[in-house]
């Protein structure tokens, strides 16, 4: 029978060792010992390490998840619930009537923004076409009368529908004999900006209006034409608008100068997707950028189409502008501020935007729950905000004496939070990037201060592109550049227009009637928005 191999450890014998042969092979298993223990507590550590590691990224993708669910089901608002009463310590709650009495002693209180309402408009507008209708006795019931009058009982709103008209023009002609021959003289015709075209300026004013103001594609239109009567193909359409564009370009040209002449811009970016692009995919991503500003009563905000998001189309647009620009964080207006020596703002709507979404995808916390960083940091931009809106009416010397007595202060204070807080929250996070971005963007972000007449954030320029982005939503992309460049074109008369108070479709029909007539400069720049007398744009406010 085979027998199986015995591997028990066999004790060593130490019974022959001397002392010192003892104490030697006893420290020589002591330092055994102690290497294996290090070696555990290393693995231990390297072991707690990564746990910690995977914790951190559980975190963050968790985050990231909140996050994703946020932007697809929540409401978009950045409004925070209990946005004033946030915290209950003093130095964290400024609300906007502390903050009123707060202003400097000499800053009349009537400079300060009233407080009013809204108020709901009662009846119809005065420059709407009116037509009487007269309710009448009979000649029955009213026999015996001494006397009979009208009251206006009440008003009402008609709807006039579109339709198409023909114009037939009939050039009358004279023929005069002389020696023999005749001569024809005819009737002076009127130019067309586009020359050989079957729709008049009123028509085109129409289609630019519908489309770029209204969101209303080519392809709807064409639709709407053909219930009227005629088929009105998109193709034909676009090829005019297109064409339209060599028409705009001389006063586009006017628009730019006037507006690179001033000393303060506000510029953004946003993506248009083009299908013919040389060079470019038709899913990739091109760009239509945006300046707004000007001199004082010339506002302008302008569109530009690029199929590159680099900064040589900010050196571009850009070329002969100096003074100050105020933009996102950006890199990409980094290098007409280096090679042009512009000074460059930044804007406070970004900054605030990653900590209100770093808030919103925190964990839940109960009713008693401690703020989050995001919270606090939020609570910080709020108080800016809220001595701007409190400043808002002011001129703009008082304004900027207001910022440095109340905005400085309180951005020196979120400047040391930020400074002591950032190293403890998780890198990676979206209170941690948060907190980066505005660290990073520090010296742009405290710029608006300088000045009375900057703005705390980039709103301006943001607001002039949110048409285009919601236009987009409907025509969904541009065939070819050409096509987006003539987009960029009706868009910016289209914002110009509202910027100086002008009705969009007024003011273009008012430029497609004289344009083509318009051969010297003095005659260009009377079609300027600033320069037209034309029909004002009711809610002014909102494009100001």
């Given at each position: 029978m085979k027998t199986m191999p015995d591997n028990t450890p066999k004790t060593p014998d130490f019974s022959g060792l001397s002392p010192a042969e003892m104490a030697a092979v006893i420290n020589d298993?002591?330092?055994?010992?102690?290497?294996?223990?290090?070696?555990?507590?290393?693995?231990?550590?390297?072991?707690?390490?990564?746990?910690?590691?995977?914790?951190?990224?559980?975190?963050?993708?968790?985050?990231?998840?909140?996050?994703?669910?946020?932007?697809?089901?929540?409401?978009?608002?950045?409004?925070?619930?209990?946005?004033?009463?946030?915290?209950?310590?003093?130095?964290?709650?400024?609300?906007?009537?502390?903050?009123?009495?707060?202003?400097?002693?000499?800053?009349?209180?009537?400079?300060?923004?009233?407080?009013?309402?809204?108020?709901?408009?009662?009846?119809?507008?005065?420059?709407?076409?009116?037509?009487?209708?007269?309710?009448?006795?009979?000649?029955?019931?009213?026999?015996?009368?001494?006397?009979?009058?009208?009251?206006?009982?009440?008003?009402?709103?008609?709807?006039?529908?579109?339709?198409?008209?023909?114009l037939e023009y009939w050039q009358e002609k004279a023929v005069f004999e002389q020696d023999g021959q005749e001569h024809v003289i005819a009737a002076a015709r009127s130019k067309h900006p586009l020359g050989k075209c079957i729709a008049t300026p009123s028509l085109l004013a129409y289609l630019i209006t519908s489309k770029y103001a209204d969101g209303l594609p080519l392809y709807r239109q064409e639709q709407m034409f053909k219930r009227l009567g005629h088929d009105l193909s998109r193709t034909s359409m676009a090829h005019w608008i297109i064409r339209l564009n060599d028409v705009f370009k001389p006063l586009m040209t006017l628009i730019r100068e006037t507006q690179n002449g001033s000393d303060y811009l506000q510029a953004d970016e946003t993506r248009i997707q083009v299908l013919k692009e040389d060079g470019k995919k038709a899913q990739s991503d091109k760009w239509m950028w945006v300046t707004r500003g000007g001199p004082p009563g010339k506002p302008s905000v302008l569109f530009e189409y690029d199929p590159s998001r680099g900064g040589k189309v900010p050196v571009r647009l850009l070329d002969d502008f100096q003074g100050i620009l105020q933009a996102d964080g950006y890199s990409g207006y980094g290098q007409v501020c280096r090679e042009n020596g512009l000074t460059r703002i930044g804007c406070w709507d970004h900054a605030r935007r990653k900590f209100v979404e770093a808030s919103r995808a925190a964990p839940a916390k109960g009713k008693k729950g401690q703020p989050s960083k995001a919270d606090v940091a939020l609570s910080h931009i709020r108080k800016l905000y809220a001595v701007e809106k409190a400043a808002n009416e002011l001129s703009d010397a008082e304004r900027y004496r207001v910022r440095q007595e109340k905005s400085l202060p309180l951005l020196n204070a979120f400047k040391a939070w930020l400074d002591k807080n950032t190293s403890k929250v998780l890198k990676g996070s979206l209170t941690r990037k948060a907190m980066d971005y505005t660290l990073n963007q520090w010296d742009t972000l405290v710029g608006y201060c300088e000045r009375g007449d900057l703005k705390i954030s980039n709103a301006g320029a943001e607001n002039a592109i949110r048409p285009f982005a919601l236009g987009r939503k409907a025509w969904l992309f541009a065939d070819t550049s050409q096509g987006a460049k003539a987009s960029a074109t009706c868009y910016s008369l289209i914002e110009t227009a509202k910027a100086n108070g002008l009705e969009p479709s007024a003011y273009i029909h008012h430029v497609l009637t004289h344009i083509a007539d318009a051969v010297t400069l003095e005659q260009l720049e009377t079609l300027l928005p600033w320069n037209a007398e034309l029909p004002a744009l009711k809610n002014v406010a909102q494009y100001g």
């Open positions: 298993l002591q330092e055994q010992l102690a290497a294996k223990e290090a070696a555990l507590q290393s693995q231990l550590q390297q072991h707690d390490e990564a746990l910690r590691r995977r914790d951190n990224y559980i975190a963050i993708l968790e985050e990231l998840l909140r996050h994703k669910k946020i932007q697809q089901f929540a409401a978009s608002s950045e409004k925070q619930p209990n946005q004033i009463v946030l915290f209950d310590e003093a130095e964290l709650e400024v609300a906007i009537d502390e903050l009123r009495d707060e202003l400097p002693d000499d800053v009349e209180e009537a400079d300060a923004p009233p407080r009013s309402r809204k108020r709901r408009q009662r009846g119809f507008s005065d420059t709407l076409l009116r037509e009487r209708i007269e309710l009448t006795l009979s000649d029955d019931e009213k026999a015996g009368a001494s006397k009979t009058f009208f009251t206006k009982v009440k008003e009402e709103l008609e709807y006039i529908p579109a339709q198409l008209k023909v």
